[in-house]
């Protein structure tokens, strides 16, 4: 059986240990947020920017706060430079590139891996992430979240399908790894929706580097908090969940490495579901159930 891997078996094998993220910021904004495209972001999005467990100050604060946080707990001695907030690659080229090239120049980092949006990677911003990647490796991971675009317009994501396939094609010539995040549950979307979703990333071509999987999060604060507050819709069980991304991944090629499998949001922003953040116990019932389907 053809079986995708997951990102911790990757690593072991690229550079013979475990290798840690560091959540950092950049300080960039959104497009969708500050009306370039639209006000108030994807209603799922929290005040943070998907951002909360991120480290402050500069560059080198920041990673000495991440690694210290890690050092704690383990010998860690390799990591990946991990600016999830926001919209990684929005603002000044220029400013960027004294940014991410001070963090990738690091010995102790290997990976530099940014989250962003496709709206967000013209010609200029993959120059810079071309040069990057020469000296070591770049992820871009676009936020897709479902290739169904009346989902995306309910949910204000901002751009359409055909502006994600131009912007990965584009990215993948330069020769980047790109990694894809989807959203399992968001309203409206029945479980072959969200399958089709993982289906059209598997038949990509090129083909795809990595995906990222989660469960839909209801945040205080959040638009769509206050939308389920009003008229609450279907939340999946753990059972539910665990069971679609078994049968998600089983859809993915060999060659795409599993990042994510579940989400783990803020506990003190956290309204739905709550059994996500008994965070050991879901990631135990996926291992059981994703036995040979990823390695």
């Excluded at 059209?200 to 090129?206: G, I, N, Q, S, V």
Aim: charge should be negative; proline fraction near 3%; hydrophobic fraction near 40%.
């Amino acid at each position: 059986m053809i079986m995708a891997i997951k990102l911790s078996t990757y690593l072991k094998n690229e550079y013979g240990e475990k290798v840690y993220r560091l959540s950092l910021s950049s300080g960039c904004g959104c497009p969708n947020r500050d009306g370039t495209v639209s006000v108030g972001g994807c209603t799922f999005c929290s005040e943070g920017g998907s951002g909360e467990f991120a480290a402050s100050g500069s560059i080198d604060d920041q990673i000495q706060e991440a690694k210290a946080r890690i050092q704690q707990k383990t010998d860690a001695s390799k990591f990946i430079a991990y600016f999830q907030s926001f919209t990684n690659t929005y603002g000044d080229v220029a400013r960027l590139r004294e940014l991410y090239t001070r963090a990738i120049m690091r010995d102790d980092v290997v990976i530099l891996s940014l989250g962003t949006r496709p709206d967000c990677v013209g010609p200029e911003v993959i120059a810079m992430l071309k040069e990057l990647d020469q000296i070591k490796p770049v992820w871009v991971e676009l936020g897709l979240q479902t290739i169904h675009d009346e989902t995306a317009r309910a949910f204000n994501r901002g751009y359409d399908l055909d502006c994600f396939i131009d912007a990965y094609k584009r990215l993948k010539e330069a020769g980047l790894t790109v990694i894809v995040h989807l959203i399992m549950g968001l309203p409206g979307e029945s479980r072959e929706m969200m399958l089709e979703s993982v289906r059209f990333l598997a038949e990509l071509e090129p083909s795809l580097d990595g995906i990222k999987i989660q469960n839909l999060q209801i945040l205080k604060g959040t638009q769509m908090y206050e939308e389920f507050a009003k008229e609450p819709f279907h939340i999946m069980s753990m059972e539910e969940y665990t069971d679609l991304v078994a049968d998600a991944l089983a859809l993915l090629p060999e060659t795409c490495v599993v990042h994510r499998m579940q989400g783990d949001g803020p506990r003190k922003l956290l309204v739905a579901p709550m059994w996500s953040l008994d965070k050991k116990r879901v990631l135990n019932m996926l291992t059981e159930k994703t036995k040979g389907i990823v390695k």
